[in-house]
């Protein structure tokens, strides 16, 4: 497989009304293609992020953006964990926790969906997935 797993910051400013301008800029080029993947724990960062929202227009609104954007887009394009990217994850963790420099689980686990399935990782969080063999594409400094 080739193609990029857009991150979970990627997609919320996506989701956004105001969007960063090159963001805006990324996502009128390259969102709408074919090869962009999500992992299933991205699916569920976003989920979980909505549902601590207060109820109301806000909420209603973001959720709307969440199914165009995210349930629709990529219903296809979901990645799950495997066996696979459940060991690559656990050598993510041991490096990084021999490098003193901890990495959540939910960037391991999103870390090594992207590389499992050899994904250029598209987030604007570079520091979280720096030095983990992946190709990382910031869309907060796209430039056309």
């Known amino acids: 497989m080739s193609g990029s797993r857009v991150d979970t910051d990627v997609l919320s400013a996506i989701m956004r009304k105001e969007r ?6 990324w996502y009128n080029e390259y969102f709408h293609r074919r090869d ?14 909505l549902l601590h929202l207060p109820e109301g227009a806000k ?3 973001l959720e709307r953006e969440f199914e165009t954007h995210v349930v629709t887009r990529f219903r296809s394009r979901m990645l799950p964990v495997t ?14 926790d021999r490098q003193g420099r901890p990495l959540s689980a939910t960037d391991g686990l ?3 969906t992207a590389f499992e399935h050899n994904l250029t990782m598209v ?8 030095d983990l063999g992946l190709t990382i594409v910031n869309p907060f400094e796209f430039e056309r």
């Not at 066996?83 to 990084?96: N, Y």
């Not at 987030?123 to 720096?130: A, I, L, M, P, S």
């Open 123 to 130: 987030t604007g969080n570079v520091k979280d997935f720096q």
């Open 59 to 61: 909420r209603r609104e």
């Open 36 to 49: 962009r993947y999500l992992s299933s724990i991205t699916f569920g960062e976003i989920r979980y992020g």
């Open 110 to 112: 999103i870390a090594a």
């Open 20 to 25: 960063h301008p090159a963001v805006q800029s």
């Open 83 to 96: 066996a696979a990217i459940a060991e690559r994850w656990a050598s993510f963790r041991d490096l990084r």
